[in-house]
């Protein structure tokens, strides 16, 4: 079962438009959310991340926010830059991190020219 | 520079040969974990350390063995690899209530 849920595996966007990335998820344990980007042959890097107890979230041009009740989050990234383009994984914890991540399957953003 | 360490990035190997991906950090981070990226499926966890010489299972992890005798190395063995291991490896660490830092990555092909 997924517990954490990208639906979109692809996204195209216009450079200079504001990108949006959905991510749901479905235990309520999970207390603390990050967004990771990923370019071929890298490792994941740490892009912004939230704690349930806020909303919003915002560094630079990145800001996510949070629906708790609806178990919903999202990242925006305005205005979206060609080195935006990556793989985009949602990730979700419990408590301090000690039993590691969980990660939804990730969804391509290509900003076109 | 802070980092994780990963060898080798690419390995090519036959069925039944054990391995061990190595994975060394020198953040003095208390966390690690293990992952797997395949096609469509995202990152699964493999296993993961809270500790030294405290290992737990994650999502997948049927065919690989973990240690953890020292804060900063956490190795991944494969005891008797199969093709359906083949894949792109990740380690991770991370201190507590941080996001973790990746590895650069090991791609692994059994035949």
């Known amino acids: 079962d997924q517990q954490v849920k990208q639906n979109s595996p692809s996204l195209s966007v216009q450079e200079g438009r504001i990108s949006i990335l959905n991510c749901d998820y479905t235990n309520s344990m999970f207390d603390y959310f990050l967004w990771y980007k990923k370019y071929p042959a890298e490792g994941p890097t740490f892009l912004i991340s939230i704690s349930s107890i806020k909303d919003k979230n915002e560094d630079g041009r990145f800001t996510v926010f949070l629906n708790k009740s609806a178990k919903h989050l999202s990242l925006h990234i305005v205005p979206s830059q060609p080195g935006d383009s990556a793989v985009y994984f949602c990730a979700a914890r419990v408590g301090g991190g000690a039993d590691g991540l969980t990660f939804g399957k990730g969804t391509h953003l290509i900003i076109q020219p | 520079e802070a980092q994780v360490t990963q060898n080798p990035r690419y390995l090519i190997t036959v069925t039944g040969k054990k391995l061990t991906v190595t994975c060394s950090q020198n953040?003095?981070?208390?966390?690690m974990s293990w992952y797997r990226q395949d096609p469509g499926l995202g990152l699964r966890q493999i296993y993961y350390?809270?500790?030294?010489?405290?290992?737990d299972k994650g999502d997948v992890p049927e065919g690989y063995k973990v240690s953890r005798k020292e804060k900063r190395n956490f190795p991944l063995i494969l005891e008797s690899p199969s093709p359906n291991q083949t894949s792109l490896y990740f380690c991770?660490?991370?201190?507590?209530?941080?996001?973790?830092?990746f590895g650069s990555g090991t791609r692994l092909t059994v035949v």
């Open positions: 953040m003095n981070h208390e966390y």
């Open positions: 350390s809270m500790n030294v010489e405290v290992t």
């Open positions: 991770a660490s991370s201190p507590r209530d941080r996001s973790y830092t």
